[in-house]
Every structure is written in structure tokens, then in C-alpha cells.
């Protein structure tokens, strides 16, 4: 870029000054008179047919408007949509209430909607619904067995889809290799937690026949579209508006029941509607994310050089599907090499169906499962071969040179430079030094694990993903931007202001960026996959330059020279060889309202906008290291040192990158030490509350020490990558590692996620440390 | 996450409250800081009728000693009794076990009485209370009564507290010279509440042989329990740790232990001899860190 005074700065996100004082507006802020409020009649069975529904009660109780079951509804709603071009994809019909048969605990049934939300919530008690109960499947493996309970009767084998990819000589590397090294691996299913919960308001104005619906939603333009299908609705009616958004995670990635439910209640009542969703229901009836069970299998020489990978993974998608679900677990298949250079890959994926919430996308969305799959078994080939862990990653890096680099999994790696992002984490964790200091506190039996992690990951969604940018300069010369992204959390108001700000040379307070609203922004695509700035941030910029260029020609004209003329700069156009002479944007944006005698080819306004669709992903990289400290007797986890060197390539704003790179080491933490979706055998879901599912909180960490390394990607002009996931990514694997590896004098080589106290405990009583000091 | 319809009340006085309370019997519940009544409420897992609301009854949150016995009121948080240095003084014990507690928030609001009517079986400060030994009074329709609190905890969710009563004050020994104390718990990660708690009070005589001690554990068995058995091995004795290991080996001894999804019974046990060990061990060095 040639001007850079506020991209690449440490600028302050703009959003916290009002988030932070209760000034935000989340769905449930906002208010519109004469509002009735839903509440959804749930199953309490995991899998059951509906013998009959009364709701005569609820219907006749005070305060009650309307009362609709599933029958009532599946002619007038169309169906929850999913998107994948898997020939194989088996694609239950899903109700946004269940019709005939309940399929997962926290299934809708019904809905009331009443005055007020305390009458709609009294008012589901006095429906009566008779369940029969059918047979349950809740383990992924199980349900592909033969004899399991079927799911859907169309489908006997509860297969949803399968996917299988294989490159290069596999068979031949098994049958050359030095040693055969396997893991069978669990990836449990977590819940996204967003602080805030879904949310939704519907209103129709009969006048002007506009559907409006607020929602807590990452993709307002996409919801806008399916929203128009499922309602049967023009669409140029329906318009979608993601008002302050409390963390998505992924999991607002996604077209929900509830909200095509709750358009249709505004439009069927012509009365505002509103549900804000129940943390337990945000439990139940919120994607999860994950879920897939493993079983992978190396190929290596005896120096620890891969040969060959195969993997074969169940995924455990729930009940249906939502959005993105068949999409999810391919990508794990597809990261598979991580950042290694594996010359034959194999993968052969089904996913079953379960009596469970879907699972979707979930922050990292596959590429969690890939890294830890190759990530751990590095560290089982180290440990088989008696070699470093370093050192194996090392060996298998390819060069800097190399890029771009193709995979044996069909994917070409942009840029990377490994081997820098891990020396820089190994000298700032001194590892050495600690591989000394676990050595001398073994001998005093105390127990310290170091985990080393190097990860690749896949971002900023390419071909057939775009984003949409709007930049206009207002003739008093403030600056809106609008933005088909929908941030909600990760800070683009302030990123995208600087991309602006200096494109054009104006203040950052002058720049308002505009996101979020069908009806404002034009089109747009929204924020998931750690595309954000990557992708959005470059249609931003590329109308920002637009608007530079047509800030020439205006100019220009009014000053009677040829563009050419002109030189910009500090956000002034100046002529060559008289710099006294020329016009600011501010100054363009006044004059160009009325200029006179402006050529055909010229609008009298300073606005341009743009699309942006990369040509290939980017390919985020990075090492972290994690260093705990295991009690034996009680199994409990100390993290005592976290070191992240992360390479996202251009950063715009190193604030927001640390911002995103903290949580997400924290969610990866809390999948390796605490989190999991657990059901009983009957479907019930018992970790349903946050007293029950831990998350975890800022006293369970160290303080992270983040660094980076900058290499950028050539497949955007800004050269950009993304980070929104790479703490997620890079961390859950470092953790696991670091813990096994503390516990390698009892013998330890794996334990399944999450490492509970108890689970460590468990095995340092069934193997009593082997020798102190001993194997490392 | 929504309850159903209840009456609301806020008496000013101790008389009013229970007025209020002979009245709807059962029905009633008191609400204190509302820390562990109103979770159970908006999950309809309790469905009062009325909620008697004594947070502005005056006088009942004072803490106080007089003479050798410290007293709480009931009402009084877990940040004042953190915070106090009355306590910090005469029964350190206290404020330790109020740390321990939640986080700012709920110890800002929940109150010590409020936590011991709800006898939840993993709630820390039963382990304290049990471990100092004391008295608790309750004010009723029909007067005052006293209570030991060993008697006090019957079940999961049970206490020994009637329908008609408020309990008011917990009345504690101060701690006197040569002793020592400590509240360690493994905490459930998501909840925060004890897998196991464990609540140690001793004192030592003049040669530094265990002259007194109580325990108290919590989060172990279906109600919190003062460990008679351990407490027997070790009065007399120089507490070394191979008769510290040894004694605490029996705590759970006798005791049905919890399970569930966070831990199964025999890792509990265990953690409950771990804990008692450990308490053991650090109460006695704060007892040597408090000579005088």
C-alpha cells in the first residue's frame, strides 16, 4: 500500500468504548411496540413418535395470541436448508417444528406465542404431548453398525454421506515403511458457547409488505435469501438485519428454525415477534461443533520422514443437518498434511447419523480435528522412533522455496515459512532450558510437560466465496463504508477504518463502517471461516481505491489539469511541481456535488464499490507451545507457560490479531483440558448448563506470550490471511501434547479429550511412574 | 430459565418475616442473596409461592465477636466475611473458605446463611463451619431455638431447619493461640462448587503436639460430615506426616461417596483423603506461621 500510517498500527478497537458500557444493541435490545414473545415446546425424548399433540389448553390460556404444531406448519414453512455438493449426501426432510417423530432432545414441537414471555413460557406447560418412545442411537461408530436403531427409515444404515479422496502410492509407502505408527483419536463434540444466545425478532409492515428480521446471525445477506425460500416470499421483501452480535463461533453460521418460524409468526399475526433463546436451549438445540472419531495411520522412515497417511473418520453429525455440516468434516480430510510434506494421503470419511443436535461448523471447523490428528501423531512417531518432537516436524517441513506447495489432499499451501515461525516459539520458550528443567524435576518427581504444535490451516474461503464493499465519501467529507461482512466481535469497524482511512487520506474518526443490514449494505456474503478482513477487508479496500481513483478524475476536472498531473498525498491531490495547488477528499467530495460541466463519463459523487473473490485460500501457519504441570495424585493441570508464534500474513491491526489469537488459544484449551457435549445412552443431555459444561475462565491460564512471524499471502493484494481461528487450531494440540508428555514416566502415550483430572489420575494409578528421569 | 408466578414480600423486620411465613407455610421461601434459590426457580425446580425477601431486615449481617465466640449473621456475604479483619484476627478460617467461594459476584451477593438452609451437599461452607464447631439459631413463630451445627445437615438438600424458622446467626469458638487452619478443595471446573472440600481447625500445645482438631469435608457423601475418625487419630499426637497420611486415610471411611459425571465414587474418595491430608498439612503450617 503506498500510504501506511494507521495499517499495521496498534489502533483501539472503536467498538468497546459503547460494548463495554452497556451501550451495545443485541436483539433483545431492541424494542418495537405491541411485540409478542414465543416459546418453544421442546422434546424431552431423543428419539420418539408423536402420537398426538393437545393445545387446546395453552391456546384458551389468558395472554396466549397463537399456539402451532409441526403438522400445522410443514405446509407453510419450507424446510431447514443445507448446502453441499456431496453426491452422496442423504438429506432428511427437517421441519423448523418436528413433524410425526422427534429426532434429538431439544427438537422443537410447538410454539406458543403470547403478551409477554413469562405467559408464553407458563403456557408450554399446559400442552400435552404424547410421546412413543423409539430406540436410541447416540454413539457415531454404533450407529453404523448393522442391528442399530434407524434414524430415518429411508436410510436403514443411518450413513448421512460419505467422502473418500486418495493420493499417491499409499499401499506401496505402508508396505516400504521402517515402522507403521497408529492412534485411534476422539475429537468430542463441544458446544460454541456465544455469550449471547440466538435471538430473534420478526416484524411485517403490511404497507410496504416487508418482512424484517433481526437476528443474532453471522450471515445476515445469506439468512436474508433463505429466509425468502423457506417463507415463500419475494425476497426483495425480506430484509435481515444482525444488530450487535455476542460471539458466534460458527455457530451463527447457520439458518435456524427459529428463524424462519419467526417470520412467519410476525407476517401470520401481523404483530412484532421476538424469542430470545435460553442458555439450556442454546445447549440443545445450537449447533455443536466436532465430533469425529479417528483412526489414523503412518507410514515413516526410521529418521521420522512420512511416507504415507491414511485416515478413516466417522463424524458424528446429529439428528440432520444444518447449513454446513456435510461441509465441515471434508475440510478435516482435506488438512490432513498439515505442514508437512506427506507424499501419499488416504482418507475415507462417513458420517453418521445420530440422536443428537447436528453438529456444523465450529471455530476451525475441521481444521481443529485435522491438526490434532497429524499434530498428535507426530508426537506418537517421536515417541515410537525415540526421536525429538521438534526435530520430526522439522524433517518434514517443506522449504520456504517450495511454495506454493501442493498436498497430497489436492490443496496448494500460498506461502509459509515453518521452520521460522517454530524457531522463533523454541527460542522464546527456551526449550532447551526446559527439556533440562523436566529432566531435573522428574528426578524430584514432579512432573512437567512441554507440547510443541505446528499447524497450517485454511482460511479467507476462495473460489466461489466472495464479499462485497461499498465506500462512500459524503459531501462533508466523512467517509461511510459498508460492509458485506458481518463482524460480531472480531473488530472490523476499527480495521476496516484504517484500510479506508488510508487509502483516502482521512481521519479514522471520519470513517464510519456500515455492516450488518440487508437493507443498507447491498449484498454481501458474511463472516465466517477467518475471511473477514481477508476477503472483506479486501473489497473494502479495493473500493476505497476506486474512490481514490475517481477522487483523481474529479479533481482533475475542477482544477482544469490532466489527471496524470496530479500526485496524492496525506489525502490531498496536489499538482505536480505546485503543490500549493490542489484539493483534499473532503474538499473533492463537496465540489463534486456541483460541479458543473462534468463529462458524461463522470458521476457527480464520490462512491465506488467492489467484490472481492480470491483465487485460492490462504494458509495461516504458526507454532505454539504449552508447558503444564501434572499433580499424579489428584490428575490436575497447571498450565504454567503458553507461547504462540502465529504467521496470519499482513496484519492490519496487531491488537485485534492478539485479541483473536488469546480467545482462540483459550476455546482450543478448553477442548483439550475441559469441554464436552455429553449424552446418556438414552439421548438425554447431561452436560446442559454451564454448571455442568465447563468453559474456561481467565484464572486457568498463564498469561499467553504471542509473537508472530509475517509472511504474506500473494492471493490478495493486501497479503492478508486471516486469524480468526489459528488460536483454536494451533492450541488444543500443543495442550494435549504437553500434558502426555508430562506423563510419559507413567507410560502415557495418548488419552482422549478432554484430559479431566480424573481421566489422568485414572492412568497414573494404573501405571505407576516408570523411573524418574528416564524416557523423555 | 423463566419461573412461574410467586408473591414478593420485603418485610423490615425479623417479626414481619416470619409473620409472612406462618402464613404460607411450605410455600414460602426466604430469599437472602437469592445466589442458590433463584437458579432453582427459573429452572422451576422449586415453585414458591411467595418469596420473603429479608435482605433488609437490619441487624442480621453484622460479625462480631463477644468474648472467645465469634458471631455471623446470617445475612452476612461471603465478601464481608472475606474482607473482614475481625476475622482475619479471631477465625481466619472463615475468610479462607469465603474465597474459595464462586467469584466476586456471588460472594458479593450470596450470604453465609443463605448457603447453609440450602444445604447443598458440595457447598464449602458447611466444611468450615463443621470443622470450627458451633451453634446456629434459628428465630421462629414460637421463639428462639439453638442448634449444634452437626446436627444441623440431614441429606442432599436437607437440613434440619423447620418450615416456620429464619436461621439468624452462626455462633463460632474464636481461635485461639497456637492454632491453625485451612480450606482446600478440588473444585468441580464448570460449576466451581467441591468435588471436595476439606475444612481444618487445630491446635497445638505448648510441645507441639496436636491438642485439638476438627474437620470438616463437603462434597464427598449425600450431606457434608465432620470427620470424627481422623480427628481421634490425631488429638494427642505429634502430627508428622506418616500419622497425617495414615489418619486421613480414613476419612472416607463409612461415607457413600457422590458420583457423577464429573467424578466417580473412588476418585472422590481419594480426593477426599488427598484433601484431608493436605489441609492437615497446611493448617499446620499456618499454625506455625501464627506462633506468638
Avoid at chain 1, 483459550?666 to 446418556?680: P, T
Avoid at chain 2, 444441623?152 to 485461639?176: D, K, R, S, V
Amino acid at each position: 500500500m503506498p500510504v501506511s500510517k494507521l495499517v499495521g498500527a496498534k489502533v483501539k478497537r472503536r467498538e468497546d468504548p459503547s460494548l463495554m458500557r452497556g451501550l451495545g444493541e443485541y436483539v433483545d435490545d431492541v424494542k418495537l411496540a405491541d411485540t409478542l414473545h414465543a416459546a418453544i415446546l421442546r422434546s424431552p425424548h431423543a428419539h420418539a413418535r408423536i402420537e398426538s399433540i393437545d393445545v387446546r389448553a395453552a391456546r384458551q390460556f389468558a395472554g396466549v395470541v397463537a399456539v402451532f404444531t409441526g403438522a400445522e406448519l410443514k405446509d407453510q414453512i419450507g424446510t431447514i436448508p443445507t448446502t453441499a455438493d456431496n453426491p452422496t449426501l442423504r438429506i432428511p426432510k427437517h421441519f423448523v417444528l418436528a413433524v410425526e417423530k422427534v429426532c434429538y432432545v431439544g427438537e422443537g414441537v410447538a410454539v406458543v406465542v403470547a403478551e409477554d414471555r413469562y405467559t408464553a413460557r407458563d403456557a408450554l406447560d399446559l400442552i400435552q404431548v404424547e410421546y412413543e418412545p423409539l430406540p436410541v442411537v447416540i454413539d457415531a461408530e454404533k450407529a453404523l453398525t448393522a442391528g442399530s436403531p434407524v434414524i430415518h427409515p429411508e436410510w436403514p444404515d443411518n450413513l448421512a454421506f460419505s467422502w473418500q479422496q486418495e493420493q499417491g502410492d499409499v499401499a506401496g509407502a505402508f508396505k516400504r515403511a521402517d515402522k507403521i505408527v497408529k492412534q485411534r483419536l476422539v475429537h468430542q463434540r463441544m458446544a460454541p458457547i456465544a455469550i449471547e444466545t440466538r435471538g430473534v425478532l420478526a416484524s411485517y409492515s403490511a404497507a410496504a409488505k416487508e418482512l424484517t428480521v433481526w437476528s443474532s446471525t453471522q450471515i445476515p445477506h445469506l439468512l436474508k435469501t433463505h429466509l425468502a425460500q423457506m417463507l415463500k416470499f419475494p425476497e426483495q421483501q425480506v430484509r435481515v438485519v444482525a444488530p450487535d452480535v455476542g460471539g458466534g463461533f460458527g455457530s451463527k453460521l447457520n439458518v435456524y428454525a427459529e428463524e424462519a418460524l419467526l417470520g412467519y409468526l410476525a407476517v401470520k399475526l401481523n404483530r412484532p415477534v421476538k424469542w430470545i433463546e435460553e442458555r439450556r436451549e442454546n445447549f440443545q438445540a445450537t449447533i455443536h461443533g466436532r465430533g469425529q472419531i479417528g483412526e489414523v495411520e503412518a507410514a515413516v522412515k526410521k529418521d521420522g520422514t512420512l511416507l504415507a497417511l491414511r485416515y478413516k473418520v466417522i463424524a458424528d453429525i446429529g439428528a440432520y443437518h444444518q447449513l454446513f455440516t456435510p461441509a465441515i468434516p471434508p475440510f478435516t480430510g482435506l488438512m490432513l498434511s498439515g505442514c508437512y510434506r506427506i507424499p501419499a494421503i488416504a482418507i475415507e470419511l462417513r458420517a453418521a447419523f445420530t440422536n443428537k443436535m447436528s453438529t456444523d461448523a465450529y471455530r476451525g471447523a475441521g481444521r481443529p480435528e485435522a491438526t490434532y490428528v497429524i499434530e498428535r501423531l507426530m508426537d506418537r512417531v517421536a515417541g515410537e522412533l525415540k526421536l525429538d518432537p521438534v526435530k520430526v516436524r522439522q524433517k518434514n517441513f517443506p522449504k520456504p522455496a517450495e511454495f506454493p506447495f501442493k498436498t497430497a489432499t489436492g490443496l496448494v499451501y500460498d506461502s509459509g515459512n515453518y521452520q521460522l515461525a517454530l524457531t522463533k516459539a523454541l527460542k522464546l520458550a527456551n526449550y532447551e532450558k526446559l527439556r533440562r528443567e523436566q529432566k531435573r524435576l522428574r528426578g524430584r518427581n514432579r512432573y512437567l510437560g512441554i507440547g510443541v504444535s505446528t499447524y497450517v490451516e485454511i482460511c479467507a474461503m476462495g473460489p466461489g466465496f466472495w464479499e462485497y464493499g461499498k465506500v462512500e465519501v459524503e459531501p462533508s467529507g466523512t467517509v461511510n463504508v459498508y460492509s458485506g461482512a458481518s463482524p460480531h466481535g472480531q473488530g472490523q469497524k476499527t480495521s476496516f477504518a484504517q484500510i479506508v482511512a488510508d487509502q483516502l487520506g482521512v481521519e479514522l474518526d471520519d470513517v464510519m463502517v456500515i455492516h450488518g443490514d440487508t437493507k443498507l449494505v447491498a449484498k454481501g456474503m458474511g463472516t465466517f471461516g477467518s475471511r473477514g478482513t481477508a476477503v472483506g477487508g479486501i473489497a473494502v479496500y479495493q473500493a476505497a481505491q476506486k474512490v481514490q481513483e475517481k477522487a483523481r478524475e474529479l479533481a482533475a476536472h475542477i482544477l482544469e489539469v490532466d489527471a496524470d498531473d496530479l500526485v496524492f498525498s496525506d489525502g490531498k491531490f496536489s499538482v505536480k511541481g505546485v503543490p500549493r495547488k490542489g484539493l483534499t477528499i473532503k474538499q473533492i467530495a463537496q465540489q463534486a456535488r456541483a460541479a458543473k460541466n462534468l463529462p458524461a463519463t463522470l458521476s457527480p459523487d464520490l462512491a465506488a464499490d467492489s467484490t472481492f473473490e480470491p483465487s485460492n485460500f490462504t494458509f495461516p501457519f504458526g507454532t505454539h507451545i504449552c508447558v503444564v504441570e501434572i499433580d499424579p495424585q489428584t490428575g490436575t493441570v497447571e498450565t504454567k507457560q503458553y507461547i504462540a508464534v502465529d504467521d496470519c500474513g499482513k496484519v492490519i491491526n496487531p491488537l485485534l490479531v492478539d485479541g483473536q489469537v488469546q480467545g482462540g488459544i483459550v476455546q482450543g484449551l478448553g477442548q483439550a483440558l475441559y469441554e464436552e457435549v455429553v449424552y446418556d445412552d438414552n439421548g438425554q443431555l447431561i452436560t446442559g448448563s454451564l454448571m455442568d459444561y465447563a468453559v474456561p475462565r481467565a484464572a486457568d491460564l498463564p498469561r499467553l506470550r504471542l509473537a508472530h512471524t509475517e509472511t504474506p499471502t500473494p492471493v490478495n493484494p493486501l497479503g492478508i490471511k486471516g486469524i480468526g481461528e489459528a488460536g483454536t487450531i494451533g492450541s488444543t494440540p500443543a495442550v494435549v501434547s504437553a500434558v502426555i508428555d508430562a506423563l510419559a514416566p507413567f507410560g502415557v502415550e495418548h488419552i482422549d479429550m478432554p484430559l479431566t483430572p480424573q481421566k489422568i489420575w485414572r492412568l497414573c494409578q494404573a501405571k505407576k511412574a516408570v523411573s524418574a528421569g528416564g524416557r523423555r | 430459565m423463566i419461573p412461574m408466578n410467586f408473591d414478593y414480600v420485603m418485610p423490615k423486620s425479623l417479626v414481619d418475616a416470619l409473620r409472612a411465613l406462618g402464613d404460607r407455610g411450605e410455600n414460602a421461601k426466604i430469599l437472602a442473596g437469592g445466589h442458590s434459590l433463584l437458579p432453582l426457580i427459573k429452572l422451576r425446580l422449586a415453585n414458591p409461592t411467595l418469596l420473603i425477601d429479608v435482605s433488609k431486615i437490619a441487624g442480621l449481617n453484622r460479625v462480631k465477636q463477644q468474648g472467645d465466640k465469634i458471631v455471623i449473621g446470617a445475612l452476612a456475604t461471603h465478601y464481608q466475611i472475606e474482607s473482614s479483619e475481625l476475622l482475619k484476627k479471631s477465625c481466619p478460617l472463615l475468610g479462607q473458605t469465603a474465597r474459595a467461594i464462586g467469584d466476586v459476584q456471588v460472594r458479593n451477593r450470596g450470604t453465609i446463611g443463605g448457603s447453609l438452609v440450602h444445604g447443598d451437599p458440595a457447598a464449602d461452607w458447611p466444611a468450615a463451619i463443621l470443622a470450627l464447631g458451633g451453634q446456629l439459631k434459628f428465630s421462629g413463630t414460637k421463639g428462639e431455638r439453638w442448634l449444634d451445627v452437626e446436627k444441623f445437615f440431614l441429606g442432599p438438600m436437607t437440613t434440619a431447619i423447620e418450615a416456620n424458622e429464619i436461621l439468624t446467626e452462626i455462633h463460632l469458638p474464636a481461635t485461639p493461640r497456637r492454632s491453625g487452619c485451612a480450606y482446600l478443595k478440588m473444585a468441580q471446573q464448570a460449576s466451581g462448587f467441591a468435588i471436595v472440600g476439606v475444612a481444618v481447625s487445630l491446635r497445638l500445645d505448648a510441645k507441639g503436639r496436636c491438642e485439638d482438631i476438627g474437620i470438616g469435608v463437603t462434597g464427598l457423601g449425600d450431606k457434608p460430615f465432620r470427620a470424627h475418625r481422623v480427628e481421634e487419630r490425631l488429638r494427642g499426637n505429634r502430627l508428622t506426616a506418616k500419622m497425617i497420611e495414615a489418619s486421613a486415610a480414613l476419612v472416607s471411611d463409612g461415607i457413600d461417596p457422590l458420583e457423577d459425571l464429573h467424578a466417580a465414587a473412588d476418585y472422590r474418595a481419594h480426593l477426599a483423603r488427598v484433601f484431608t491430608g493436605r489441609a492437615i498439612q497446611a493448617a499446620l503450617k499456618n499454625a506455625a506461621s501464627r506462633r506468638r
